[in-house]
């Protein structure tokens, strides 16, 4: 079975500073990755994704994330973090082979706070 | 932009009544999905669909979900007998197509707030 664990629960920095959020996935098979964003009172938005292309995946707003599969992490990082990014983060994994829905499976989720 | 919209946005019920949420997923995605978040935990996976039937569901969809795609758009959850515990906020979410294309991403919907008194 598949599973994520995202490491902390909250994360404050201060603006302009690093951003780091931690996910660990365990899957018996080469994993799909995904970092979705939540903000206040909204759904969910695709931040990137990792299929198994360049272990190095850029997204929007900045952000990115490198899968290392010896450490079988997906760290989601921005160099220089905004007001506007405070919001709710999810790593999430699946499988998309053959036979399987592609159902998301997600971790707990971690809230960033930018302090001015 | 294609989205995925969600009807009603908030539905307050009452425990035992039947509630039907709505979703209308993006045009030309071929799979679709509903998750649910309860307050303050994470999002988890309900049921997916494909081809006019269900292809996996999770141990929180018992006898007393189902899904329906009655239109060539409409994407529905419906809940027979509400319960206390049913109070999330459900997703729906829809995808292009399967196996290992790059296409793969889920485009989720705002969500439907449901509490249950």
């Known amino acids: 079975a598949q599973s994520v664990t995202q490491l902390g629960s909250h994360v404050s920095v201060s603006e302009g500073a690093l951003v780091l959020l931690r996910c660990n996935y365990s899957?018996?098979?080469?994993?799909?990755l995904f970092w979705y964003v939540q903000y206040p009172n909204q759904g969910l938005q695709l931040l990137l994704k990792y299929t198994s292309a360049a272990t190095l995946v850029k997204g929007i707003n900045g952000f990115e994330a490198e899968f290392k599969k010896s450490e079988t992490s997906f760290h989601l990082t921005k160099p220089s973090a905004h007001m506007s990014d405070a919001a709710e983060y999810f790593c999430a994994v699946s499988d998309y082979g053959s036979g399987n829905t592609g159902k998301l499976i997600f971790g707990q989720g971690t809230t960033l706070q930018v302090k001015p | 932009e294609p989205e995925v919209t969600q009807t009603p946005s908030h539905q307050v019920t009452q425990m035992g009544q039947e509630v039907i949420l709505r979703c209308v997923p993006i045009s030309n995605h071929l799979y679709f999905y509903w998750y649910r978040q309860i307050l303050g935990q994470k999002v988890e996976f309900l049921v997916s669909f494909y081809n006019n039937e269900i292809s996996e569901k999770s141990e929180i969809f018992d006898d007393q979900f189902s899904v329906e795609r009655p239109d060539g758009s409409n994407f529905t959850l419906k809940i027979r007998s509400t319960k206390l515990e049913d109070s999330a906020m459900y997703f729906c979410?829809?995808?292009?197509?399967?196996?290992?294309?790059?296409?793969?991403?889920?485009?989720f919907g705002p969500g439907t707030r449901l509490t249950v008194l």
């Open positions: 899957s018996s098979v080469p994993p799909y």
């Open positions: 979410a829809s995808r292009r197509r399967g196996g290992t294309s790059g296409n793969n991403e889920q485009f």
